[in-house]
């Protein structure tokens, strides 16, 4: 069986899609290949454990997981795995994701998740850190995430455009 694919995107539900997509397209630009799957702690919480205590033998490098509500499945995951992983608060409805954020950001010592930002902005940096994780043993990947910032430096203007909001 060919291995997995270096990165692991799981979500809670199909509404984090909308958010995690951001993870996906950033991982394409820089030509990182990943697997995006459902895995929910609370609905298939069978598939979660099946899923992280395979990961690493499955040849995955890096979990990213995002995850709104109570949101334990970046945790859960990262405390039945030895691979790093990146959690992702999605914006919840009730609460705006603060909910997720102090879900997945307040691991007691032991287990670690990386937490990022609520919504778009942790998806896509989950991504960049994910690359950079990888990029440490991969000079060609190292070189596109050099591009891929320097393109982010050249996109800014030295001065706002007064007609735009
Ligand atoms: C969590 O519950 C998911 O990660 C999602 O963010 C949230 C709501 O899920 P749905 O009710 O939209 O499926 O498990």
Known sequence: MAASPPVAIIMGSQSDWSTMRHAAETLDALGVAY??????????????????KGAKAAGFRVVIAGAGGAAHLPGMVASLT???????PVESKALSGQDSL???????????????????????????????????????LAGRLDAWRRRQSEA???????SEP
């Open 156 to 162: 800014v203007a030295e001065r706002p455009e007064p």
């Open 102 to 140: 102090l879900s997945i950001v307040q691991m007691p010592a032991g287990i670690p998740v990386g937490t990022l930002a609520i919504g778009r902005a942790g998806a896509v940096n989950a991504a960049l850190l994910a690359a950079a994780v990888l990029a440490l043993g991969d000079a060609d």
């Open 35 to 52: 697997d995006a799957r459902i895995v929910s702690a609370h609905r298939t919480p069978e598939r979660m454990v099946a899923f992280a």
């Open 82 to 88: 030895p691979l790093p992983v990146f959690g992702v």
